[in-house]
Every structure is written in C-alpha cells, then in structure tokens.
C-alpha cells in the first residue's frame, strides 16, 4: 500500500466497521445541524454530545483533537479580536485602553467560533475513520461514475508525491542562489522559479498515464471486479433513512425558532 | 452531452488529479513562503484553459473537497462552489479567447477576482463569521473598525486580495502553455485554442 495523503487511522472499532455512505451520511447531517440549528452554545453542545462520544466509540479521540485545536485557535483568535472589540456600535462590557468589548460583537464571536469548531471536527472525524479508497469503491457501487473516483483516488496518492517534489525544487533553488526570505519583492519574484519547474515536470508524464490506464481496459463499459470487499449491516440502510430525516428537522427548528 | 464526453476525454481524465495535486503542493509552498495570496487555484486554471469550462469546475471542486475531507484543511471545504466558479471561467474565457497574450492573462484574471471575491464573502461570513484565520484579517479588521457590517468587510478583503491572486494565477498559466509542447497541448480539447 503506497502512503496515502490521508489522516486516516485504522481502528478495530464499530464506527470504522460502517459503511462509507453511513459514515458519509452522518458527516452530511452533522454538517447540516451545525449550519442551521440556532442558539449561541449549540455548536458547542454538539461537539459535546455527537464529535466526542463518536471519537471515542472510533478511538481515535486523541488524533482529532490534535488535529481540531491547530486549525481552529487561529479562526477563534481573529473572530474575537474582530467580532469582539471592533464591533461598531454595539454595548460595552468593559473596556481597556483604547479597547471596549462589546456585548453583539462577544455573542457573534462566540456563535461564530463553535460554528468553526463543529464544521472543522465533523470533517476531520470523517477522516479519520474512512479509508478514502473504500469510499470511492462504495459510491462506483452505487451509480457514481468511475473516472470520478479514479480522480479522487489518483489524487489523494499524488499530492505527497507532489509536496517532496515542490520541496526538492525549492532546495534546488536556494542551492542556486534563489532568496525565499527577506523582502515582499524577493519572495514574489522566487515564485517563478518555484511554480513553473513543478508543473511542467508534472505534466510530463500525463501523456504516458493517459495511455497507461487505456491499455488496461479503462473505458471499458462492463462491470468490473475489485480487491477491496465493504461489507455493510442489515440495519444500515434504515439508520441511514432516520439520519437524514435530521435534516429537515434542524432547517424546521432553524425557521421556527429563528 | 457529446461535448461534454469529448471535454472529458482520457488525457483531461489524467490531467485532473494532476491538477489537484498542483494546487494543493504549491498552495501549501505559498503558505511556507508567507505570501499574501494563496495561488490554490493555478490547476484549477491550467484545466480550465486546456479542457474546458465543466472540467475547470470539476477540478476546483474536488480540490476543495479532498483537502477537506481528508483532514489536511478542512476550511477550505466550504469554499469548493468559490473554486469551482474560478474554473468554470477560466474555462469560458479561454474560448473567448482572452487567455491568449500574458496582458490579456492578466486581465482576466483581475475580472475573475473580483467575481470570486463576492462568490467567497458569503461564505466566509456565514460560515467563519468573516474571518480567514491568516494575515488578511488585519484587512477584515480594517474595514470593520470603518463600520463596515461582516459582510461587506470580507468581500473587500477579497476584492482587494483576489484579483492580484487570479492574475497571477493566470499569468502563470499563461507562462506554462506557452512552454508545453504543441504535440502534448493537442490532446486536449481546447489545447490549440491558445496561441
């Protein structure tokens, strides 16, 4: 197995044994409810009462948190730097210096940050527990056409490939003289150097891959045989049914209740 | 539907994952560099101009979508329609023929900035309450302390950010098809649109 882009942690755990689309499903809705439930704390009481105990049924409760805090704390840091104190006319709650803290801009700092915390660890728990190819997999099985998921998968096990060889060409270049720090002029004009090697080395080999995959039978219409197996349980399908009726539940509450 | 087949033939298949890999290896080494654009959309384009306005689209929107759903930044999930939009015209403007001399490039990459600044403020004022989490919120901060509400506060952070970062994006896309070979070009569909 190549390495693969991907957060992913294999667990034997119950949430990694779903089906990709149930897990896919439970990511949509999870998503759904943090855009559209209203109130100030909710996004926080769903990351309490849905994230935690998923991440901790899947194991992988630590990787996730890991993951979560280093991509929300700056999101958090600008929006009550923004939201809080640069509110235009709002209540003051106290200030200091200069700077008062308003009471709307506090409340909008606040909802915005759990929004950010919801739709940032629904994502990364998806992640973590499903194998990218195996997803691809189940949606070719359900109508999904092929080259969709050849492009998804072909993708996810390029970019690593793609990120040493940007950092080789960047090496190569400072051994050449080339200056990336200092000066906002310096570092724009090593964007050349930098960007043009890396596409056209990478579009080289396009052509050979084109007739690579058409050698092997790629656009053949017929069905085709797999090494993976999903397995999926008999209660799935009606679970993921009850999931997505969760949906129009969260738009009603969002419109009933503002 | 027949165009739509010859848009995605074998060859626009393969550049695809390619692309999204180019956006995202040179999105993260701008990120390292610590410029105040992002260039994640320099395959976007590239596609776009080669194979057309659908396969434009498409590339945005998944590049969008696996670097979220593969956990290596899920904020830029939200954003895919906003890179699908970009690809879509680049797509567009390649057959009107305004990608084809670098000031022509340049052009359009400003217009298609601006118009990707207000696809993306919605966004970003819905979904992260206007701000970007990078160097550009001291823009958002700007406009706001000017009594701008959230939203048109981040469309000017974009509109004054995005169009210098499509029209560099367009430059260099312009810079790369004019060093491919014209052999290779032709395998695309609207590779030999561009001279």
Known sequence: MSEQFSIFQSRPSRLHALHPVTKLVLTFCLLAAALLLPGLWTNYLLFALAILPLATLGQVTGPLLRAVWPTVLPFAISVFLIQGIIYPHGTPLFSLGPLTLKREGLLLAISGTGRILMVVSNFILFALITRPDTLMLSLVQRGVPGGLAYIVVASIQLVPRFRARAAAILDAQHARGLETTGSLRRRLSAIVPLVVPLILSSLVDVEERALAIEARAFNHPGPKTSLIEITEAGWERPARWLLLLTVPVSLGLRLWLG | ?195
């Open chain 2, 1 to 195: 539907m027949n165009s739509l087949r010859k848009e995605f033939n074998t060859t626009t298949l393969v550049l695809i994952p390619v692309a999204i890999a180019i956006n995202i290896a040179i999105g993260h080494t701008i990120y390292i560099l610590k410029l105040p654009f992002y260039l994640d959309s320099i395959g976007t384009i590239l596609v776009g101009v080669l194979a057309g306005p659908w396969a434009g689209a498409l590339t945005g929107l998944l590049s969008n979508l696996i670097w979220g759903f593969t956990g290596l930044n899920p904020a830029y999930a939200p954003f895919a329609a906003v890179a699908a939009v970009i690809g879509m015209l680049a797509g567009l403007a390649a057959q009107a023929g305004w990608v084809s001399s670098w000031w022509k490039a340049l052009i359009t990459g400003l217009v298609v900035g601006v118009i990707s600044a207000a696809v993306s403020a919605p966004i970003s004022a819905y979904v992260f309450g206007g701000v970007t989490g990078s160097g550009n919120d001291a823009l958002v901060a700007m406009f706001r302390s000017f009594g701008a509400s959230v939203l048109p506060a981040s469309f000017a952070q974009g509109a004054l950010t995005d169009p210098v970062d499509k029209a560099i994006s367009f430059v260099l896309v312009w810079l790369i098809i004019m060093a491919l070979p014209m052999r290779f070009r032709a395998r695309f569909p609207q590779g030999q649109m561009q001279t």
